[in-house]
């Protein structure tokens, strides 16, 4: 249900191999040193966050194009003058520019939230959320996506992308550079199939820890939303939309871009956990059942 910005984590370690293999040509054709960590910070800089923040400014578009979303641009029925209205009532009590609304044909139970920023994002619902939840329900699904956005979650995990995208280009090379002087005897100057070799590897073993973090990251923002979600809507309905997932989980049919800012997540154990990017549902339910009775109701 609760899902947020694109092209991160699942296309994460593909996108940090592509980033290091142009770098490696660059390079070389270049002819940019390797022993200048300075330079090689730069360009990692240049192409990590880069890589990072193209995504984001996509994120809206990508979301459109992989759910096939309708933006609801003028309500056609009841329920969608309610979407928007709910969103709407939500957005302002958030403080931030009322997002685009939108309805994609899906069976689960999902929605998600995405865009570059608080005042230009988009919330979009399946249909099969219209048809299986409650309006309470689907309340607090559209507060905790609308929390998604007000707590800025899409540019923080640009920034942590970022971060981690640079930190595996940079550490891979100079790695790289050492076991190639060492299996070279350290010759001076240029670099030997041995270093990209050791690089490709490294960018992809580095990536997949690179995604245990990024994932990590993603589960607290999902009980902060869930959070955000019970003080817009309440928490008794926040608490009956989880319940509700927790007995229709079912195929999650949106695409690996969107599907860390969605509400639904997959459900994994040992290893597999390490790169969930949502908590269980048990453990979200539970964390909201021990906040302050204060929140019960929305305000």
Do not use: C
Not at 25 to 42: D, E, P, Y
Not at 69 to 81: G, H, K, M, S, T
Not at 148 to 155: E, K, L, Q, S, Y
């Amino acid at each position: 249900m609760f899902k947020r910005v694109a092209l991160f984590i699942a296309t994460n370690l593909a996108v940090i191999v592509l980033l290091g293999i142009v770098l490696s040509i660059l390079q070389g054709v270049f002819g940019i040193s390797l022993g200048n960590n300075g330079g090689l910070l730069v360009m990692a800089l240049v192409f990590g966050f880069g890589g990072s923040f193209i995504s984001l400014m996509m994120s809206k578009w990508v979301a459109k194009r992989g759910t096939g979303a309708q933006v609801i641009e003028q309500p056609r029925n009841e329920a969608e003058q309610w979407l928007v209205s709910t969103v709407r009532r939500q957005a302002e009590a958030a403080g931030i520019a009322m997002p685009e609304v939108a309805i994609y044909d899906a069976p689960e139970i999902n929605a998600f939230a995405t865009g570059p920023s608080r005042n230009n994002s988009l919330v979009a619902v399946s249909t099969g959320l219209l048809r299986a939840m409650s309006r309470d329900e689907a309340e607090a699904v559209l507060a905790h996506e609308v929390s998604h956005v007000a707590n800025g979650d899409m540019v923080t995990m640009a920034l942590i992308q970022g971060v981690l995208n640079t930190f595996v280009i940079v550490l891979s090379r100079v790695v790289g550079r050492v076991i190639d002087g060492y299996l070279s005897g350290n010759r001076d100057g240029g670099v030997g199939i041995g270093y990209f070799a050791t690089v490709f590897v490294l960018d992809m073993i580095f990536g997949l820890f690179a995604s245990m973090i990024a994932m990590w990251f993603s589960r607290q923002r999902e009980f902060r939303a869930d959070a955000g979600g019970a003080r817009l809507a309440g928490r008794d309905k926040m608490v009956g939309a989880l319940q509700r997932l927790s007995r229709t989980y079912g195929e999650n049919t949106l695409p690996r871009q969107v599907q860390a800012f969605g509400i639904s997540g997959a459900v994994g154990a040992g290893m597999r956990r390490l790169f969930m990017s949502h908590p269980p549902l048990e453990e979200r339910i539970a964390a909201l059942q021990r906040m302050d009775g204060r929140v019960r109701t929305a305000a």
